[in-house]
């Protein structure tokens, strides 16, 4: 694996800022929006109540995601690439489950706003047909709704983006919480492993004092300090705009490498501003911030070449792509748009598994809806292969361990990072050109 960190490196995920709850109803047969959808009220449930849908009412698949603030570019993207598995899935498995049309709903979760994603999951869980969610975007907002207020409710959730390590393991043994994007301890031992292959003797790691960012940023350091690389850490707050200070002491300390583990627009601003004080050294920054419309094109693209970063786009298949332009009309460049496709297969492969039709209603119990989808093995998914191991978080096959998976290749110098759907990228003539996957490109350092 260490032969391929010339090419690969990487970081993280999860996102940004406001949002006011927005709701848009999607019916998935046409892609279109339904403006009165389903009905919003008061259900009881919980992991013991089963799911009941009566005859003549679609399955509601929920979709907690930005649609506002700065978040909401990539949130709307994830939101369309559920659609848009949907509608592949329905070619495939037909129109129908039990009987029952499938729609979807969307609401605005804010991201890294944990009480608008409470928000969210308030209006979702009142939703009659829901039978689980895909979803939430972000750390911060996932780790305030999946121990109460979903789980209470034995409602599924599957996030395509939420990487903070503990989300899964903190859970209760048996948790409803799932995901299908790689985990930042994963990221961390990435961003380490290449930061000390590439010789550097300081590197500033700098959070943005949101729980992803932070998390992400202390994996990583760990690993450097590890390999005997001098770390200075520093955090800076969402919202600021003025890194004179900051960029100064960069600039005097002149490290090999500078890290980033927040969202734009800081990143970009952070970026900009230490170039501007004199610092000409390496830089990177997490997938959180990997964009050209919200890095590249505000830095300008000569400013920006060169600058890494990891957890890019998984190299989508032309299938896919096809069917997304088709649907929505642009391709699609935010990070994690193949593995929130991918939530929504494993969402409705289970649900098609453990639904059951008596007299007209679908009937789910919730705990058998939770067992079916960790017992889910996708060989060729539109992010690579996939499984669930205990805790919820994704790994090759099943009956794999993540923690023992990651451990194991590493020891071997396997490349598990791409197996995950960690794909790293870097800024070449203005476009992210990935560094694993499929059609991976080289690293060009200076």
């Known amino acids: 694996m260490l032969s391929r960190l010339r090419s690969p490196w990487t970081w993280a995920v999860l996102l940004g800022v406001v949002a006011i709850v927005a709701v848009v109803v999607i019916a998935v047969s046409g892609g279109g929006s339904d403006e009165d959808g389903p009905a919003v009220g008061h259900i009881d449930r919980s992991p013991s109540t089963p799911i009941e849908i009566n005859a003549g009412v679609p399955i509601v698949i929920g979709v907690s995601t930005a649609l506002t603030g700065s978040a909401g ?70 780790q305030s709704v999946i121990r109460t207020y979903y789980p209470d409710a034995g409602v599924v959730t599957i996030s395509g983006s939420a990487t903070k390590t503990d989300l899964t393991t903190d859970q209760t043994r048996n948790g409803f919480f799932f995901r299908t994007a790689y985990r930042n301890d994963l990221e961390g031992t990435l961003i380490g492993l290449f930061t000390v292959q590439l010789g550097a003797e300081l590197v500033y790691v700098i959070d943005d004092n949101e729980p992803f960012g932070r998390d992400l940023a202390n994996a990583a350091a760990t690993l450097m300090r590890d390999g005997d690389v001098d770390v200075t850490r520093r955090s800076i707050d969402q919202g600021t705009v003025d890194f004179s200070a900051l960029a100064a002491e960069i600039a005097a300390d002149n490290p090999g490498f500078v890290v980033f583990t927040g969202f734009n627009p800081e990143a970009a601003l952070l970026y900009r501003q230490i170039r501007d004080a004199g610092y000409d050294g390496l830089f990177g920054a997490g997938d959180a911030a990997a964009s050209v419309a919200n890095f590249v094109e505000p ?24 069917h997304f332009v088709d649907l929505h009309g642009y391709e699609p460049g935010a990070t994690f748009t193949a593995q929130y496709a991918d939530a929504a297969t494993v969402l409705l492969d289970a649900v098609k598994m453990v639904a059951t039709d008596e007299s007209g209603t679908l009937v789910i119990q919730p705990t058998g809806l939770r067992d079916a989808v960790r017992a889910i ?4 998914g539109i992010s690579g292969a996939l499984a669930f191991d205990s805790n919820g978080d994704r790994v090759p096959k099943p ?21 995950l759907g960690l794909i790293p990228c870097q800024v070449q003539g203005g476009e992210l050109v990935a560094l694993g996957g499929p059609g991976a490109g080289e690293i060009d350092l200076p």
């Open 73 to 142: 570019g990539r949130g709307a993207e994830y939101r369309d690439a559920v659609i848009t598995s949907v509608n592949r899935w329905k070619e495939i498995n037909g129109d129908q489950i039990a009987g029952h049309d499938i729609e979807i709903w969307s609401e605005d979760d804010g991201c890294t706003a944990a009480d608008h994603t409470r928000i969210a999951a308030t209006r979702l869980l009142g939703l009659e047909g829901l039978v689980g969610v895909v979803g939430p975007q972000c750390s911060g907002g996932a």
């Open 399 to 419: 009956g794999d361990d993540l923690s023992d998976v990651q451990n194991t290749a590493l020891e071997a110098q396997e490349d598990i990072f791409t197996t």
């Open 377 to 380: 093995n996708i060989a060729d």
């Open 299 to 322: 830095v300008g693209a000569a400013e920006a070449e060169g600058v890494l970063f990891s957890g890019c786009q998984y190299p989508l298949s032309a299938d896919f792509l096809g």
